[in-house]
């Protein structure tokens, strides 16, 4: 995002609600569409790729399809087809995984044709025979897969870099992998003020690939300062969006992720007070605003959310105690209805009693 904006306050003029949106809100695109214990229950035609390969779309994506050498990114889980065993899942991680088209693993080679044959933001269930996985062997270390398992891969293509050379991210040097997150991260901005939001979203999941924490663990000093500066607002674009799709427990996930290398980053714990309040968590959300407001002492948004978050705990105690009031209210009512009816049966009871004594009386003088 652009110094000025990344610099702005956590709120102006429709304040907090436009610098969400200025940060990246957009669909979140590489989010499994079911829990992902078992593979997905697909409908779609089936695509024969290869004489081991098919595939069934789930979700259509956009634009071209990568070429060879393209160094595309992707979110996917993996299942044994026969006993449908997860041996892998990459959103569980949260960290999208990187692959060359031409250069993969022998092991991906059949995930690489599905690849091959998908646009961005597409999802995918891919069939591949075990020829083109892990063998008539499996694979006995991590991941754990039997001999010759056919896989089901739930895969979405976030994004490709079209490249001649076919450049993974481990033969760039430092300068280049923060460069390229960081023109991902600009690429998404500019997308999303076309109001292409998807594509948005996909740039920003790019950006935070090029800065895995096999990446990360590796610096120090100003190239780890460089590297933050790029990766931890993808991070905050990530919360925001989630935050506006009412997915509160992954935003708060994202915000995590921050505060983890900053603990005092006021938009974190903003945005992470801001989905736990969604959630009803008024007493950490209460916690997380202090602590934004300690840091960012004259930032009316938080203000805000605090007079919100008060207002809403007094409305709270308002109807709880009108709850209270009708019950013990119809408490008493009834109270007052059982006592006139024990009334009412006494006097029946005591005009039976004596009209039997009147009426013996009568019988005998008689």
Not at 129 to 147: C, I, Q, R, T
Not at 180 to 208: P, T, V, W
């Amino acid at each position: 995002m652009d110094e000025s904006l990344e610099n702005q306050s956590l709120t102006n003029a429709e304040e907090e609600e436009s610098e969400i949106v200025t940060e990246g809100s957009a669909v979140v695109h590489s989010e499994p569409s079911q829990d992902g214990s078992v593979p997905p229950k697909v409908d779609s035609e089936v695509e024969v790729l290869d004489e081991k390969v098919s595939k069934q779309i789930i979700k259509e994506g956009h634009g071209s399809k990568p070429s060879k050498y393209s160094t595309c990114f992707l979110h996917y889980r993996a299942w044994t087809k026969n006993l449908q065993h997860k041996f892998e899942d990459t959103w569980h991680e949260q960290q999208p995984i990187e692959l060359v088209l031409g250069k993969e693993k022998k092991e991906l080679a059949g995930l690489a044709i599905g690849v091959s044959s998908m646009k961005s933001g597409e999802r995918a269930l891919v069939h591949v025979g075990w020829e083109l996985a892990y063998g008539k062997e499996g694979n006995f270390s991590f991941p754990n897969v039997p001999p010759m398992a056919d896989l089901l891969y739930e895969v979405e293509v976030i994004g490709f870099d079209e490249t001649k050379e076919g450049k993974a991210r481990s033969d760039m040097t430092v300068e280049e992998r923060i460069g390229a997150a960081d023109r991902r991260k600009m690429d998404g901005n500019s997308l999303f003020k076309e109001e292409k939001l998807e594509e948005a979203m996909q740039q920003y999941e790019m950006a935070i690939a090029y800065m895995g924490d096999d990446f990360m663990f590796q610096l120090y000093g100003k190239y780890q300062d460089m590297a933050l500066a790029v990766k931890n607002p993808c991070h905050l674009n990530m919360a925001a969006c989630l935050i506006k799709l009412k997915r509160y427990d992954e935003a708060i996930g994202h915000c995590n992720i921050v505060l983890t290398e900053e603990e005092k980053n006021p938009k974190a714990l903003f945005r992470r007070g801001k989905a736990k309040s969604e959630l009803g968590q008024m007493e950490s959300a209460r916690d997380d605003f202090r602590k934004a407001q300690k840091y960012a002492p004259d930032d009316n948004a938080i203000r805000r959310e605090l007079r919100a978050l008060a207002e809403q705990e007094k409305a709270v105690y308002q109807k709880q105690k009108e709850m209270y009031k009708g019950m013990f209210k119809g408490k008493e009512d009834g109270a007052k209805a059982k006592s006139r009816n024990w009334l009412i049966l006494l006097w029946h009871w005591l005009v039976s009693l004596f009209s039997r004594i009147f009426g013996r009386h009568r019988v005998k003088a008689d």
